[in-house]
């Protein structure tokens, strides 16, 4: 056993090696080290392994035989960075190729080398045991107890001291301070403004502060500039990075993230009327200036440069949806609310993760399409984007069968040329005036308007009267 006290770094790990990565939940996510990149925040990318279920789909037309032994393993789930503080368990022999008495070759649907058993629910089921191929480990790695692996202090989170992906370095706790108290606060983004009802002019900070204390937000945590929430987004049911960006990760493997640059807005022309305003109306009928529904801001600029126009906040909803977005001011219909950020993959990756994600009741996946340039011949391409791991508040907007946000997808200028494809951006607009403190909220099935269309798969709790019983 390795010493308890020593955490994991990035030496200890290697590609090839097993690990166990923290979700918040009872059980651990497990996979094979793919990538080791020191100078990266999220450093280690790994490829996941999920349950071999009986009668899982792999692909249309093939499934997992019935007779599928338990306890067994296969690559589900694709590949995904993470942070180092998340890693549970670095061992080389936490999985085995499997080797189950009644296992047919034959009748799997992988390669039998693609199939493993997980070590410590074996109890010697496996014959022979022959190990996945691994290099060598490091000598520094061994330890005189003999254990080859390095389990850090705590293996497993607990119900009070959960272990879950450690927030952006811009996601910072902040509290509302008492009235006499005159500490100036974190630096908005904003410029100052004057006192209502008065010449005097306040600072940026004060004014900010006052805005969240007139909210009755209490404690609450920054998430970026005019999001909050009552928790960090690595504290949420389900933990993520925060990014507002895109990262586009389509080249085979997926393990080569390039993080999209944002537009410098003193060289963002408004392009409101061309861009935005005809899809808008043809979606939601009349919309009012774009401008003046936007608080006097361009949302055209604001989305090229990742910009939020109104405070959301994240809060946990009392009737058992999970956490919730609602706006903490009047929101005009045809207004821009935010994009809807993530990972942009392939659709074979997409395809792959989201089996695992079926199982875990994930459903953040959105398919877009858009052009790629390669020396100046454009051909279509159909990508996929998954904020599961890193998105950004969009990401946490709940289910409803009659919402009151809905998605578009807007073109806007590539700055980066050729080494990102051409994919339109998803943005979130509302489809009506949306009052302060009520929730935002898009439909996760939309087309489909009767229950006899919907798969069934989960229950929906919108309690509106147009609902359809479900999600899916």
């Known amino acids: 056993m390795a010493d308890p006290s020593e955490k994991i770094t990035v030496d200890d790990c290697r590609v090839g090696a097993w690990v166990e990565v923290s979700n918040g939940g009872k059980e651990p996510w497990r996979g094979m080290i793919a990538k080791v990149d020191p100078t990266s925040s999220q450093p280690i990318a790994v490829k996941w392994v999920g349950n071999a279920t009986p009668g899982l789909l792999v692909k249309p037309g093939v499934k997992w035989p019935t007779n599928t032994p338990d306890g067994l393993y296969t690559w589900r789930g694709g590949i995904h960075f993470v942070e180092l503080e998340t890693l549970l368990e670095v061992n080389d022999d936490l999985f085995h190729v499997a080797n189950r008495k009644g296992l047919q070759h034959a009748e799997l649907p992988c390669k039998p080398a693609n199939v493993f058993c997980y070590e410590r629910t074996c109890r010697g089921r496996c014959t022979g045991v022959p190990s996945a191929s691994h290099p060598p480990p490091p000598a520094k790695q061994k330890d005189t107890a003999g254990a080859k692996g390095k389990v850090k202090p705590a293996a497993r989170p607990t119900a009070k001291a959960k272990l879950m992906p450690p927030p952006p370095p811009k996601t910072k706790l902040t509290a509302p ?196 340039s390669n020396h100046g011949k454009y051909s279509k391409i159909k990508c996929t984007i998954d904020p599961t791991m890193y998105g950004n508040v969009a990401r946490m907007l709940n289910h409803s069968c009659d919402p009151n946000v809905s998605t578009l997808q807007v073109n806007t200028v590539n700055i980066m040329g050729d080494k990102i494809p051409k994919v339109p951006r998803l943005v979130l607009f509302t489809k009506r005036d949306i009052d302060a403190d009520e929730e935002l909220c898009i439909d996760y099935s939309p087309g489909r308007d009767r229950e006899d269309q919907l798969q069934k798969v989960m229950r929906c709790f919108c309690k509106t009267a147009k609902c359809k019983g479900w999600l899916f």
């Open 177 to 372: 301070p008492p009235k006499t108290h005159n500490k100036p606060g974190p630096k908005p983004h904003s410029s100052a403004a004057a006192k209502k009802g008065s010449n005097e002019k306040v600072k940026p900070a004060e004014e900010k502060k006052r805005k969240y204390d007139d909210a009755g937000l209490g404690k609450y945590f920054e998430w970026e500039h005019n999001v909050t929430g009552d928790c960090k987004p690595s504290d949420v049911l389900v933990p993520f990075t925060y990014n507002p960006s895109r990262i586009f990760n389509l080249e085979p493997g997926g393990v080569n993230y390039l993080v999209e640059k944002r537009a410098d807005p003193n060289n963002v022309r408004c392009s409101c009327s061309t861009s935005l305003l005809p899809a808008l109306t043809d979606q939601f009928g009349t919309i009012e200036d774009l401008h003046k529904i936007s608080k006097g801001q361009c949302p055209y600029r604001a989305l090229q440069c990742g910009g939020i126009l109104y405070h959301m906040h994240v809060y946990q909803d009392p009737v058992g949806k999970g956490y919730g977005v609602r706006t903490l001011e009047p929101i005009k219909k045809g207004a821009m609310i935010c994009e809807y950020s993530g990972e942009v993959i392939t659709t074979d990756e997409a395809t792959l993760r989201e089996q695992s994600y079926v199982q875990l009741g994930l459903f953040y996946l959105h398919d877009v399409h858009g052009t790629y």
